[in-house]
């Protein structure tokens, strides 16, 4: 691609004009004189304007006098004549821009009349060649007419993007136009330039797919005061930009002044209804594809996202209901994704508000590309939001993958008059789009019909030869004639199709021009009041200069001292089974919300037991999965851990680690001092220091219960700008993702035929701690149940496995953990205490019950699950954590929880189990 700017020597200028305007070589006196003005500096325009007002030009494009001798007929050619001339027009458009009357007025015989002229020069304008579907459409066609054989000239207002163009060809000369304007804005420059290319380039044909601005008329008659013919792209519906009464102005402008057009193109049946209805030669010819044949293969459909590709606004393409709909998706499709394809002028502001709908973890913001076809392979359904379209070049692009579409209701578009490959639903009906959506994504079977539609309806648009129709068009135009209405039988659907949208349109016109939806204050939009007084408004100010340099001295020292501060090591291997999986729900959240917390080949280290579980739930985000502790851990480092020594001091407080404390300040707060607490003045400070520095607190007393996987992992959400309350909500939610990627690992690794073994009544009453449910309390609940009484599982090694033993109850061993999984999973009934088994059920169920007494709820449950909780605490509750293995009796001196030496507690475990 290459720009051309109008630069020629003078005497190959002016020699240019000679031969395109007078039809001859220049004359040697004569040309010496413009050439020795050009040389001194004056405009080629004015040479143009001087030739094109000289006798030799008036006489040569005069049409034959009237009656010799007749005053009124000499008036009536001068008049035609002045019409004719290009310096009438461009003197017109600054006193008649916009001027209904003036437009009424002007007769479409005053224009040199047409004669024959072989098409060779095409001229083709849109101002800009990038980031649109119109652009896009230019691009092919230059291309398509260049192969014809015809040459073509691109004309823009915009300079050449070789970076962001759309490929037009390497050899097209291109020329950059004063910008055009939707209102008058002092349109003579443009029309100057705009004549002064046609003339120089000798082109045959204009052809302007600039559709809706005020300054196409104007190009137009430039272009027809040359005699040169011109065709209109008209590249949307027919009623696009009528949003209010005062628009009928505007559109009622376009009509009377298309009419001196050649031709109108359009893109649908049922445009070329509608201006043939208005005395507007149109034909309809479809938009080239960006491709000449179909790809060889169809996207997967196989994944739960969907895409929509379009310039970001709210206006037309609506981008706000797309994101207004997506919540409602993930109501029922959780796991679903956005592709959001585009740039446009608001992006930004639809990622501020995909932020504030809570939805950013799921929508993934492309911006503006080349490289569509990447994200439409990605894809198993389209999602199209517009208001109006003309010819959405889109719906070529993935259906020619397979891709089905589901959109608002566009009836005037060739694309859907078939009925196939897609699904329509109302316009701005966002709960029926998400509905329609999830349908396809959960029926896979649907979603493959329909793309092997949409596959066949563009394989047939591409079967019709668009060069033959162009071609026609052209050779029509080349006769000199007026170009005639295709002969078509009555169009009854668009003659219906148009009533009916005009019906809606004229409806409509009571609301304001442009109507905004009403839409929430987005956080940034906020208005932040000033300090009413003055004296504070100037401390505040003042405040501020004097923080700039230690901000701008802190900014600059941390880049370079701390250059990276996602995580690198993640050591999880020193703390139990339950807590790894509480720690990882938190790692989860941030991770599936597209937080940046981990870099590139982040290692993360759990027990060696879990390493295969936690390879199917963090390998989809590139963490390293190893088994045990890091011999070498790479910096920065997380850890729930608290510093020991006083480098993790340096490397927590001060550098880039983060050793969280997770449990001592909660530690503190309970009824007795855990066995072994260190009081010590050092682990004092680390404590007051951790809370500050970490968690924001003054004090280990301002603790409070919540879920360790939250806890930990706050203090990160909150660095990235994640607060509390979003990563609560995206806790909940993102426990569905969680649950499917545990059921099919359980499920991978179980064959149907073994699942049944698995289904009966499983007990776990045992945890390391002393919260586990005594066996005579066990005994009882089995009691109550009859016949259908509950296995107990507790293992060999366990400390409460003797008194099981003794209690009668068989006590039974799980040699495999993954046995653990399968039951857990596929139990009829499942009773656990706060343990281990509790977090895995959690994890994949919320149909069991769980048993809760040393410990509350808001610590040890997870956000999102929803288990039957029966819970009893005592007076000694919540006490500190201690294991079976190392202490015959709690931290109060009891064998077991004081919460269980109640019936009525007893009871209420046994009528949970029963209902």
Same mark, same amino acid.
């Given at each position: 691609?290459?720009?051309?700017?109008?630069?020629?020597?003078?005497?190959?200028?002016?020699?240019?004009?000679?031969?395109?305007?007078?039809?001859?070589?220049?004359?040697?006196?004569?040309?010496?004189?413009?050439?020795?003005?050009?040389?001194?500096?004056?405009?080629?325009?004015?040479?143009?304007?001087?030739?094109?007002?000289?006798?030799?030009?008036?006489?040569?494009?005069?049409?034959?006098?009237?009656?010799?001798?007749?005053?009124?007929?000499?008036?009536?050619?001068?008049?035609?004549?002045?019409?004719?001339?290009?310096? &009438?027009?461009?003197?017109?458009?600054?006193?008649?821009?916009?001027?209904? =009357?003036?437009?009424?007025?002007?007769?479409? *015989?005053?224009?040199?009349?047409?004669?024959?002229?072989?098409?060779?020069?095409?001229?083709?304008?849109?101002?800009?060649?990038?980031?649109?579907?119109?652009?896009?459409?230019?691009?092919?066609?230059?291309?398509?007419?260049?192969?014809?054989?015809?040459?073509?000239?691109?004309?823009?207002?915009?300079?050449?993007?070789?970076?962001?163009?759309?490929?037009?060809?390497? =050899?097209?000369?291109?020329?950059?136009?004063?910008?055009?304007?939707?209102?008058?804005?002092?349109?003579?420059?443009?029309?100057?330039?705009?004549?002064?290319? @046609?003339?120089?380039?000798?082109?045959?044909?204009?052809?302007?797919?600039?559709?809706?601005?005020? *300054?196409?008329?104007?190009?137009?008659?430039?272009?027809?005061?040359?005699?040169?013919?011109?065709?209109?792209?008209?590249?949307?519906?027919?009623?696009?930009?009528?949003?209010?009464?005062?628009?009928?102005?505007?559109?009622?402008?376009?009509?009377? *002044?298309?009419?001196?057009?050649?031709?109108?193109?359009?893109?649908?049946?049922?445009?070329?209804?509608?201006?043939?209805?208005?005395?507007?030669?149109?034909?309809?010819?479809?938009?080239?594809?960006?491709? =000449?044949?179909?790809?060889?293969? *169809?996207?997967?459909?196989? =994944?739960?996202?969907?895409?929509?590709?379009?310039?970001?606004?709210?206006?037309?393409?609506?981008?706000?209901?797309?994101?207004?709909?997506?919540?409602?998706?993930?109501?029922?499709?959780?796991?679903?994704?956005?592709?959001?394809?585009?740039?446009?002028?608001?992006? #930004?502001?639809?990622?501020?508000?995909?932020?504030? !709908?809570?939805?950013?973890?799921?929508?993934?913001?492309?911006?503006?590309?080349?490289?569509?076809?990447?994200?439409?392979?990605?894809?198993?359904?389209?999602?199209?939001?517009?208001?109006? /379209?003309?010819?959405?070049?889109?719906?070529?692009?993935?259906?020619?993958?397979?891709?089905?579409?589901?959109? &608002?209701?566009?009836?005037?578009?060739?694309?859907?008059?078939?009925?196939?490959?897609?699904?329509?639903?109302? #316009?701005?009906?966002?709960?029926?789009?998400?509905?329609?959506?999830?349908?396809?994504? @959960?029926?896979?079977?649907?979603?493959?019909?329909?793309?092997?539609?949409?596959?066949?309806?563009?394989?047939?648009?591409?079967?019709?030869?668009?060069?033959?129709?162009?071609?026609? !068009?052209?050779?029509?135009?080349?006769?000199?004639?007026?170009?005639?209405?295709?002969?078509?039988?009555?169009?009854?659907?668009?003659?219906?199709? !148009?009533?009916?949208?005009?019906?809606?349109?004229?409806?409509?016109?009571?609301?304001?021009?442009?109507?905004?939806?009403?839409?929430?204050?987005?956080?940034?939009?906020?208005?932040?009041?000033?300090?009413?007084?003055?004296?504070? $408004?100037?401390?505040?100010?003042?405040?501020?200069?004097?923080?700039?340099?230690?901000?701008?001295?802190?900014?600059?020292?941390?880049?370079?001292?701390?250059? /990276?501060?996602?995580?690198?090591?993640?050591?999880?291997?020193?703390?139990? @089974?339950?807590?790894?999986?509480?720690?990882?729900?938190?790692? &989860?959240?941030?991770?599936?919300?597209?937080?940046?917390?981990?870099?590139?080949?982040?290692?993360?280290?759990?027990?060696?037991?879990?390493?295969?579980?936690?390879?199917?739930?963090?390998? $989809?985000?590139?963490?390293?999965?190893?088994?045990?502790?890091?011999?070498?851990?790479?910096?920065?480092?997380?850890?729930?851990?608290?510093?020991?020594?006083?480098?993790?001091?340096?490397?927590?407080?001060?550098?880039?680690?983060?050793?969280?404390?997770?449990?001592?300040?909660?530690?503190?707060?309970?009824?007795?001092?855990?066995?072994?607490?260190?009081?010590?003045?050092?682990?004092?400070?680390? @404590? $007051?220091?951790?809370?500050?520095?970490?968690?924001?607190?003054?004090?280990?007393? #301002?603790?409070?219960?919540?879920?360790?996987?939250?806890?930990?992992?706050?203090?990160?959400?909150?660095?990235?700008?994640?607060?509390?309350?979003? &990563?609560?909500?995206?806790?909940?939610?993102?426990?569905?993702?969680?649950?499917?990627?545990?059921?099919?690992?359980?499920?991978?690794?179980?064959?149907?035929?073994?699942?049944?073994?698995?289904?009966?009544?499983?007990?776990?009453?045992?945890?390391?701690?002393? #919260?586990?449910?005594?066996?005579?309390?066990?005994?009882?609940?089995?009691?109550?149940?009859?016949?259908?009484?509950?296995?107990?599982?507790?293992?060999?090694?366990?400390?409460?496995?003797?008194?099981?033993?003794?209690?009668?109850?068989?006590?039974?061993?799980?040699?495999?953990?993954?046995?653990?999984?399968?039951?857990?999973?596929?139990?009829?009934?499942?009773?656990?205490?706060?343990?281990?088994?509790?977090?895995?059920?959690?994890?994949?169920?919320?149909?069991?019950?769980?048993?809760?007494?040393?410990?509350? $709820?808001?610590?040890?449950?997870?956000?999102?699950?929803?288990?039957?909780?029966?819970?009893?605490?005592?007076?000694?509750?919540?006490?500190?954590?201690?294991?079976?293995?190392?202490?015959?009796?709690?931290?109060?001196?009891?064998?077991?929880?004081?919460?269980?030496?109640?019936?009525?507690?007893?009871?209420?475990?046994?009528?949970?189990?029963?209902?």
């Amino acid at each position: 691609m290459k720009s051309a700017n109008i630069k020629f020597s003078p005497d190959d200028y002016v020699a240019g004009l000679y031969r395109s305007m007078l039809g001859r070589e220049p004359d040697p006196e004569g040309a010496r004189g413009y050439v020795a003005a050009l040389r001194k500096g004056a405009s080629p325009v004015w040479v143009l304007a001087e030739i094109q007002n000289s006798a030799e030009y008036r006489a040569r494009i005069a049409p034959p006098m009237e009656a010799a001798g007749s005053i009124a007929a000499a008036a009536r050619v001068a008049k035609k004549k002045a019409i004719k001339d290009l310096d &009438f027009i461009i003197k017109s458009s600054e006193k008649y821009f916009n001027d209904i =009357d003036f437009f009424q007025r002007l007769d479409v *015989s005053l224009f040199p009349a047409p004669a024959p002229r072989k098409i060779r020069t095409i001229g083709i304008y849109y101002w800009r060649m990038n980031n649109g579907g119109t652009e896009r459409v230019t691009a092919r066609q230059v291309q398509m007419w260049s192969a014809m054989g015809y040459r073509v000239i691109l004309l823009t207002d915009q300079e050449p993007d070789p970076i962001n163009d759309y490929e037009y060809g390497e =050899d097209i000369q291109r020329f950059v136009l004063p910008e055009r304007m939707m209102f008058n804005n002092y349109y003579p420059p443009r029309g100057r330039a705009l004549a002064d290319v @046609l003339v120089r380039e000798q082109v045959d044909l204009f052809v302007t797919n600039q559709w809706y601005e005020l *300054s196409t008329i104007w190009d137009v008659l430039v272009a027809k005061s040359l005699g040169i013919p011109s065709v209109i792209g008209w590249h949307n519906c027919f009623d696009a930009g009528i949003h209010g009464v005062d628009d009928l102005a505007v559109s009622y402008l376009r009509f009377l *002044s298309y009419k001196h057009a050649d031709a109108m193109v359009v893109l649908s049946q049922v445009d070329r209804v509608w201006f043939e209805r208005w005395g507007i030669t149109a034909r309809m010819i479809h938009n080239p594809l960006t491709f =000449d044949s179909l790809p060889a293969t *169809s996207a997967a459909l196989t =994944d739960n996202t969907i895409v929509w590709i379009a310039r970001v606004e709210r206006h037309q393409k609506r981008v706000d209901l797309l994101l207004k709909m997506f919540p409602l998706l993930l109501e029922q499709v959780p796991d679903a994704k956005l592709l959001v394809v585009g740039g446009g002028p608001d992006l #930004q502001w639809a990622r501020e508000y995909a932020d504030s !709908l809570n939805i950013r973890s799921r929508v993934h913001f492309v911006g503006y590309t080349t490289e569509v076809e990447r994200y439409i392979k990605q894809a198993s359904v389209h999602v199209m939001t517009s208001d109006f /379209e003309g010819y959405p070049m889109v719906l070529g692009e993935v259906w020619s993958h397979g891709v089905p579409s589901v959109l &608002f209701d566009l009836p005037q578009l060739e694309y859907l008059r078939t009925g196939k490959g897609h699904i329509v639903v109302r #316009q701005g009906e966002i709960a029926e789009m998400a509905d329609a959506v999830a349908g396809l994504l @959960l029926n896979h079977a649907r979603r493959r019909k329909l793309g092997s539609e949409a596959r066949e309806v563009v394989s047939d648009i591409i079967a019709d030869n668009l060069d033959i129709a162009w071609g026609r !068009l052209f050779a029509e135009i080349e006769t000199g004639r007026p170009v005639k209405p295709e002969t078509l039988s009555t169009d009854v659907g668009s003659m219906k199709i !148009l009533i009916d949208l005009l019906g809606h349109r004229l409806l409509s016109l009571h609301r304001p021009n442009f109507p905004e939806p009403r839409l929430p204050v987005l956080p940034s939009a906020v208005p932040v009041q000033p300090p009413r007084k003055r004296r504070t $408004r100037i401390a505040v100010k003042v405040a501020h200069a004097i923080a700039a340099p230690y901000y701008l001295a802190k900014k600059v020292t941390s880049a370079r001292l701390i250059p /990276e501060r996602r995580l690198r090591t993640i050591d999880l291997s020193n703390v139990g @089974l339950g807590d790894n999986l509480m720690i990882w729900a938190g790692l &989860f959240t941030l991770l599936d919300m597209g937080v940046d917390v981990c870099a590139p080949a982040c290692a993360i280290h759990v027990q060696p037991i879990l390493a295969e579980l936690a390879e199917r739930l963090f390998g $989809r985000f590139g963490l390293e999965v190893r088994r045990g502790a890091p011999h070498e851990p790479v910096g920065p480092i997380y850890s729930p851990l608290p510093p020991e020594n006083w480098r993790e001091w340096r490397d927590t407080y001060i550098g880039r680690d983060w050793r969280m404390n997770w449990v001592e300040a909660l530690d503190r707060q309970k009824t007795f001092p855990r066995d072994g607490a260190d009081l010590t003045f050092a682990k004092r400070v680390r @404590l $007051r220091v951790s809370e500050y520095v970490l968690f924001r607190r003054d004090s280990w007393v #301002q603790a409070t219960p919540s879920y360790i996987g939250y806890r930990v992992w706050l203090p990160l959400a909150v660095h990235h700008k994640v607060y509390p309350l979003q &990563f609560m909500t995206q806790m909940k939610r993102s426990l569905g993702a969680v649950r499917h990627i545990f059921g099919d690992y359980v499920d991978n690794a179980t064959p149907e035929a073994d699942r049944e073994a698995f289904r009966h009544r499983a007990a776990f009453p045992a945890g390391k701690s002393f #919260q586990t449910i005594p066996p005579n309390v066990l005994a009882q609940v089995n009691a109550r149940l009859g016949a259908d009484t509950f296995a107990c599982y507790v293992q060999n090694d366990s400390a409460w496995h003797s008194d099981f033993e003794k209690g009668g109850l068989e006590p039974q061993h799980i040699g495999d953990l993954m046995d653990t999984f399968r039951l857990v999973r596929y139990a009829d009934s499942l009773l656990t205490t706060d343990s281990f088994t509790s977090h895995l059920a959690q994890f994949m169920r919320d149909d069991f019950v769980l048993v809760l007494s040393r410990d509350m $709820r808001e610590n040890i449950v997870h956000p999102g699950a929803n288990p039957v909780i029966v819970a009893h605490h005592p007076a000694c509750a919540p006490c500190n954590y201690q294991e079976r293995y190392h202490f015959d009796t709690c931290v109060a001196g009891y064998k077991y929880c004081l919460a269980f030496n109640n019936a009525a507690f007893v009871d209420e475990i046994a009528a949970a189990v029963n209902v």
